[in-house]
């Protein structure tokens, strides 16, 4: 059976594309890239030199990107307003931002005052079992939700089924189990992290390595 996918744009995109169509509107023309498209299948089939079509393109629009770098309006990428004053600087609103990750807390003065915290749900109807504080309602890497205590890690009270009033505290065994569970998860994503710096390090070389030789080729 299929499943219907939908996908939804982020403010991030609609802003990009939105700022695009308003600074770029002849490269992002229908007729531009119908023409581009035809053109460059004429250089495929040599009847065009690319040279050319190139250079007809690549003028105009350097000018362009460059009268855009000097003259074009940074844009304000749409914040959430929270009413809340931002606990570092005292003085800029709390605004809600889209990140890569998803949504958090923000000083609405940014890059000025750089304050960002996750947002916190709190589940208000128990506090945690085993040390009274309160209950958050967060999720995991992969959109699974569960409820945690707020104290985490020095609280390691976790668990995927809605709190209730007559939840136990944890015994001693789960606890232990608990972290080492804790402890083995942890390990594997400071591995991944490790695994992922290092293949990013290699891969910055790489193009080090072939600027360089490109450079030497020039010379
Ligand atoms: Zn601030
Ligand atoms: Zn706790």
Request: overall charge positive; glycine content about 6%; some cysteine.
């Amino acid at each position: 059976m299929l499943y219907p996918v939908m996908f939804f744009a982020t403010t991030i995109g609609k802003t990009v594309s939105d700022f695009l169509v308003k600074n770029f509107p002849d490269q992002l023309d229908y007729e531009f890239t119908a023409e581009m498209e035809e053109r460059l299948d004429k250089v495929a089939h040599r009847k065009l030199k690319w040279q050319g079509v190139l250079s007809k393109f690549y003028g105009p629009f350097a000018r362009r990107v460059k009268q855009v770098e000097e003259k074009g309006k940074r844009v304000k990428i749409k914040t959430e307003k929270t009413g809340k004053k931002c606990p570092k600087c005292k003085k800029g609103e709390l605004v809600i931002r889209e990140g890569k990750f998803g949504k958090f807390l923000s000083c609405g003065t940014f890059p000025k005052c750089k304050y960002s915290a996750p947002i916190v749900n709190y589940f208000r109807a128990i506090r945690c079992p085993d040390c009274k504080a309160r209950i958050v309602i967060r999720k995991t890497r992969k959109g699974r939700e569960f409820y945690g205590c707020e104290k985490y890690p020095e609280c390691e009270w976790a668990s995927w089924k809605k709190p209730t009033k007559g939840m136990k505290k944890t015994t001693k065994k789960e606890k232990e189990k608990r972290t080492r569970r804790n402890n083995k998860r942890r390990r594997e994503i400071e591995k991944k992290k490790a695994e992922m710096e290092k293949a990013e390090a290699k891969k910055k070389k790489e193009v080090e390595k072939a600027k360089e030789e490109e450079k030497k080729e020039v010379e």
